[in-house]
């Protein structure tokens, strides 16, 4: 029977299970749509389409003789391009990993065929899987499917923009600054930035190898991106082996913080509008809303968290790079807050200086706790802007000296670029759920996303609260002229 390549992954599931469709028939559907469609965006880097299709006969036979082997038997999906997939190009954006084909799966993907997935292709990244936006010198730039002009968001940019214009309906993204949340946020889909350490990340390329099972990147956390919370929901029943939430979140039983003043993250006028709407329907919906913000200090959390970010990358540098950084850094002000003050110190930190940024972490972590007992979910922005125009330089996105010069323009002030990453930051710090719900657009036409951030390992209940938002304001829409 003809699918609606816009159903959502729980629709598909549902509809193999009851064998209305075949998962050949929505194999090929999806790769018919990437060879017509993706020109137009760069999103999917590698179809491996042989193998899928091979892949989706044996299960559709699986499934008439002895059932389904999981609860995703037959469907097919897109992955970021980082996640280590056995005969399967994985090139993490890199001009030196760019014909690596892993000998073994990542974990993350390990769960995904065993749940009875099948793998089509590989979604864009920036290189070294670093960047607000989505480009590198092997595939080039990926566009946001609601305006080519502009960005899909970074890293798992590829990711967002095939789910939003069904070329996969689910996608497994990785998150240290927002590379999750930024991406939903640009391109008008759900994500979801898991606890820490809720889903592996071993096989997580360049960073972590296959084998390192039970690695702990600070920050870092993995995640799907879909088109429905519902679809967020199976996703980490397979991930991480979440249950569903006995029953749905009643709005009348809710108590929500709304956090959208703070001092040198402020979203424009356009994003907090849209967030705070949707904050207005939950309360109009019965939920208890109120203005809420953890007790710390905005600025200097914007500040630990940054460096915190910094720190965790800063391995990558060679030995010459990383003595360049020690003296820059001796010669900056202890009092300077700039960015690139505070870059150049976090890189060159001792283990003394980390363990002492770590403990202000810990306190800031503890302010989140106090809220979150007061409160069941804290709504907040993602990025004070909508997705903003590409770079031109594409292969440099992944700069960090390039994304300290650039500005983006907030209600007509210049504002550093990376106060893209400052709301995602302070709440990936802390360890906490987040699940992006889109919440509107803006007069421009541009998806705005709100985060709904939970306490720890409450990450079924911000699923399921961003649900309750999206059927209360829109949540996911077709880009025009993807029908």
């Keep these: ?46 179809v491996d389409a042989a193998g899928a299709r091979r892949r989706a006969d044996d299960l559709d036979r699986t499934l008439a003789h002895a059932g389904p082997i999981g609860p995703l038997h037959g469907l097919p999906l897109t992955l970021k391009d980082c996640w280590a997939t056995a005969g399967m190009r994985t090139t993490a954006g890199s001009p030196g990993m760019a014909e690596l084909v892993p000998h073994a799966d990542a974990e993350v993907v390990v769960r995904l065929r065993a749940a009875g997935a099948v793998i089509v292709g590989k979604t864009n990244l920036p290189e070294e899987v670093t960047g607000q936006e989505t480009a590198n010198v092997v595939f080039g730039r990926t566009c946001n499917p609601w ?17 939003a214009v069904g070329l996969s309906p689910l996608e497994v993204g990785s998150d240290s600054g927002g590379s999750i949340r930024e991406p939903a946020h640009c391109c008008g889909v759900y994500g979801h930035f898991s606890t820490s350490g809720l889903v592996p990340l071993a096989g997580h390329l360049p960073s972590v190898p296959v084998d390192d099972i039970g690695a702990d990147v600070d920050l870092m ?9 519902d679809d967020l929901a199976l996703a980490m029943q397979v991930l991480a082996g979440l249950a569903p939430l ?20 402020a979203p424009s006028r356009e994003v907090a509008s849209l967030v705070g709407a949707a904050a207005d329907a939950l309360a109009s919906a019965g939920a208890s ?18 460096q915190l970010w910094v720190a965790a990358s800063a391995s990558s540098a060679d030995d010459d790079q990383h003595a360049q950084v020690v003296e820059r850094a001796a010669r900056t002000s202890a009092g300077d807050r700039s960015l690139p003050a505070l870059r150049d110190r976090a890189q060159a930190m001792s283990h003394r200086d980390w363990q002492g940024l770590d403990a202000r972490r810990r306190s800031m972590t503890r302010a989140w706790a106090a809220l979150l007992g007061e409160v069941d979910v804290v709504v907040c922005p993602v990025s004070p802007v909508p997705a903003v125009r590409h770079d031109p330089e594409p292969g440099e996105v992944d700069s960090v000296d390039r994304r300290l010069a650039r500005t983006i323009d907030v209600d007509g002030q210049a504002r550093p670029y990376l106060d893209q990453i400052m ?32 306490r720890p390992h409450a990450d079924g209940l911000t699923i399921a609260v961003a649900g309750l938002v999206g059927a209360l304001v829109g949540g996911y829409a077709v880009p025009p002229g993807f029908v």
Excluded: C, K, Y
């Excluded at 809303?289 to 940054?306: L, M, Q």
């Design 423 to 454: 709301w995602n930051v302070v709440v990936g710090m802390a360890g906490l759920p987040s699940t992006v719900v889109p919440v509107g657009r803006t007069a421009g036409g541009l998806p705005v996303g709100a985060q709904v951030v939970g």
């Design 246 to 265: 006995a029953e749905p979140p009643a709005p009348e039983r809710l108590r929500v913080g709304v956090w959208l003043d703070a001092p040198e993250m």
């Design 147 to 163: 305006d080519p002009n502009r960005t899909p968001g970074g890293s798992s940019g590829g990711a967002a923009a095939a789910v």
């Design 221 to 229: 956390a993995a995640g799907p991106l879909a088109r429905s919370a």
């Design 1 to 46: 029977m003809p699918v609606d390549p816009f159903s959502t992954a729980t629709e598909m599931v549902g509809l193999l299970g009851a064998g209305e469709v075949s998962s050949r028939e929505l194999v090929d559907l999806h790769l018919e749509r990437i060879e017509r469609l993706d020109g137009r965006l760069n999103a999917v880097v590698t």
């Design 289 to 306: 809303v109120r203005e809420a913000a953890p007790a710390f200090d905005t600025a200097e959390a914007r500040d630990v968290a940054f």
